[in-house]
T-cell receptor
Framework: DAGVTQSPTHLIKTRGQHVTLRCSPI?????VSWYQQVLGQGPQFIFQ???????GRGNFPDRFSARQFPNYSSELNVNALLLGDSALYLC??????????FGPGTRLTVL | ELKVEQNPLFLSMQEGKNYTIYCNYS?????LYWYRQDPGKSLESLFV?????AVKQEGRLMASLDTKARLSTLHITAAVHDLSATYFC????????????FGTGTLLAVQP
């Protein structure tokens, strides 16, 4: 079975721009969670979606938003990019609760 | 608010030696995970610990959980260079979400 996939792998944007990151979960998993990992730190929870509904939100500004589609794939959107948004964005899939399996991540650089 | 602390933050070991990484967390949780991360890569799941006294072993790594002390350990036996990576513990926040709170990570460097 294919694992969690994310696209794109790398992305370079400038301040003020908008970005969309995509994630496809493991087949059979209906939950997708997003994490931000700044260099040298542990991942921080951004969102969890289950069955297209938001189940949890971390301490991130409203510039961050996400959605989940009927096929359980998900998008993370970030508006008005700041230099501090530069990070590795990780998507994890799971059943509603339980072990999360992480994708390869999208490396976002904001210049 | 749930906080997760790991120590040490950096660990330089010689091959063949043993060492332990500690993970302390501040409030009750019934699930704890250990992950490995190689530079520039994603997180690889190592262990899932679901109950007090749980012990899991895989190769040279062994993880344990003491929910009463709110402590998990990752023990490395006879380290080899291939174990060099950053190791994270992550605690399940609980409630209705599947939210993980990660520790600060331990960068392990195994020297030949």
């Amino acid at each position: 079975d294919a694992g969690v996939t994310q696209s794109p792998t790398h992305l370079i944007k400038t301040r003020g721009q908008h970005v969309t990151l995509r994630c496809s979960p493991i087949s059979g998993h209906k939950s997708v969670s997003w994490y931000q990992q700044v260099l040298g730190q542990g991942p921080q929870f951004i969102f969890q979606y289950y069955e297209k509904e938001e189940r949890g939100r971390g301490n991130f500004p409203d510039r961050f938003s996400a959605r989940q589609f009927p096929n359980y794939s998900s998008e993370l959107n970030v508006n008005a990019l700041l230099l501090g948004d530069s990070a590795l964005y990780l998507c994890a899939s799971s059943l509603l609760r339980g072990q999360q399996f992480f994708g390869p991540g999208t490396r976002l650089t904001v210049l | 608010e749930l906080k997760v602390e790991q120590n040490p933050l950096f660990l330089s070991m010689q091959e063949g030696k043993n060492y332990t990484i500690y993970c302390n967390y501040s409030t009750t949780s019934d699930r704890l995970y250990w992950y490995r991360q190689d530079p520039g890569k994603s997180l690889e799941s190592l262990f899932v610990l679901l109950s007090n006294g749980a012990v899991k072993q895989e190769g040279r790594l062994m993880a344990s959980l003491d929910t009463k002390a709110r402590l998990s350990t990752l023990h490395i036996t006879a380290a080899v260079h291939d174990l060099s990576a950053t190791y994270f513990c992550a605690v399940d926040y609980g409630g209705a979400t599947n939210k993980l709170i990660f520790g600060t990570g331990t960068l392990l460097a195994v020297q030949p």
